[in-house]
Each structure stands twice: as C-alpha cells, then as structure tokens.
C-alpha cells in the first residue's frame, strides 16, 4: 500500500517551536503517519544537531550577537537559519524502501512534490561526477 503523505506549511516561527514540532512529527510518525514540513524562522537561530555540545556558553554568545540557539533532536552539525526556508521530514519505516538509495530517492520525490504544491518548480539534476578538494585545496573528480 502506497503511503499518503501530508503536507504542512508553517509561517516564521521560534527557534523552540520550529524544533517542538519537527519533534512532534516524530512522534506522529512512529504512529504511522508520514509528513513533509515547510517552514522558516523568525530570527536568526543556530540549531545544534543531537550530540554537539550546548551549554550557557552558546547560549549567551548568540544572545550578545542577537542569535538565538536550539538543539535538533536529529544529528548533524550546526546550522544558521534566517532567511531560510527548511523542511522536516518525518516518516515510518514502512513509507520508505529498503536501503539507503532507495530512500533518497523516494524522499526527493516527495520533495519535488511538496515544492510542487506551494508553486515552485524543481526537479532532479542530472548525475555526475562529484568534485571535491584533497588536503592541498586542488579539486579532483570522483
């Protein structure tokens, strides 16, 4: 059976709300409901991923510079948000196939969905090599 995905479109939000309810997804999505998420900030936030440390340091640095800081309940490193648009995506197991290819690509289709439904136009890119820079900064084909 073909898994139906919901679509939410949030408007700018918090730094905690924006992860209360990617983590709320989570929840929803151990229940068997799989959602694509859309939205942005208000503000700059640094959200921290799982395991990168987050103590009062953080917390006051970005507070002197106007930053607000949040920790993910997914892994990853930090990341800046502020005129972004960010999606969320939380599913069951059952909506994706087996392996990891297999899973990209059936989350870039609902990806290119999603865009599709709020009027963007977007689709895969071509395959090719992927460039890279070795240790000395000179880039190199893979």
Known sequence: MKTRWRLIEDGPASGGWNMGVDEALLATAVEGVATFRLYSWDGPWLSLGYDQR????I???????GVGAVRRA???RAVLHGGDVTYAIAAPE???PAGLRGSYER?????LGALAAVGVAADRSVAG???SL???GQDRQF
């Open 134 to 136: 070795n240790a000395r």
């Open 107 to 111: 989350l870039a289709d609902v990806l």
């Open 59 to 65: 917390a006051e640095a970005g507070h002197q510079v």
């Open 129 to 131: 090599p992927v460039a």
């Open 94 to 96: 059952s909506a994706l």
């Open 54 to 57: 987050f103590g009062e340091a």
């Open 74 to 76: 997914t892994g990853g």
